[in-house]
């Protein structure tokens, strides 16, 4: 597992949208939390997953008919400990915080940088 070379703010934005929602998301869930284009979600979540940080399985709960499938975004175990350290050290959490259990996204999420 490595580290990234270089961290954007919507690399974070996007990590943490995952952190946050430990189910998985897929990648318009993902676009409308961080408000990123389609682009940069994908682009990042590429980067994730090549860091070993994520991964990504089908969605097989309850396909919407006339709809292509969906790929569900999550972290790996030891990806969701990097992104914990990660939000800490640039303060988006504090140290003991686990996982906030909501939907919301904590600040500096936007629009693409």
């Given at each position: 597992m490595r580290d990234p070379e270089?961290?954007?703010?919507?690399?974070?934005?996007?990590?943490?949208?995952?952190?946050?929602?430990?189910?998985?998301?897929?990648?318009?869930?993902?676009k409308k939390l961080t408000k990123r284009s389609g682009p940069t979600v994908y682009n990042n979540l590429d980067r994730l997953r090549e860091l070993g940080w994520s991964d990504?399985?089908?969605?097989?709960?309850?396909?919407?008919?006339g709809r292509p499938p969906?790929?569900?975004?999550q972290l790996t175990p030891q990806g969701?400990?990097?992104?914990h350290?990660?939000?800490?050290?640039?303060?988006?959490?504090k140290q003991r915080e686990q996982n906030s259990g909501h939907l919301g996204m904590a600040g500096g999420l936007g629009g693409d940088q």
């Amino acid at each position: 597992m490595r580290d990234p070379e270089r961290l954007t703010e919507p690399f974070i934005d996007i990590a943490e949208a995952l952190w946050k929602h430990p189910p998985g998301l897929h990648g318009y869930e993902i676009k409308k939390l961080t408000k990123r284009s389609g682009p940069t979600v994908y682009n990042n979540l590429d980067r994730l997953r090549e860091l070993g940080w994520s991964d990504n399985q089908w969605d097989t709960r309850n396909p919407r008919p006339g709809r292509p499938p969906r790929r569900i975004h999550q972290l790996t175990p030891q990806g969701r400990a990097k992104v914990h350290e990660l939000l800490v050290r640039v303060g988006r959490i504090k140290q003991r915080e686990q996982n906030s259990g909501h939907l919301g996204m904590a600040g500096g999420l936007g629009g693409d940088q």
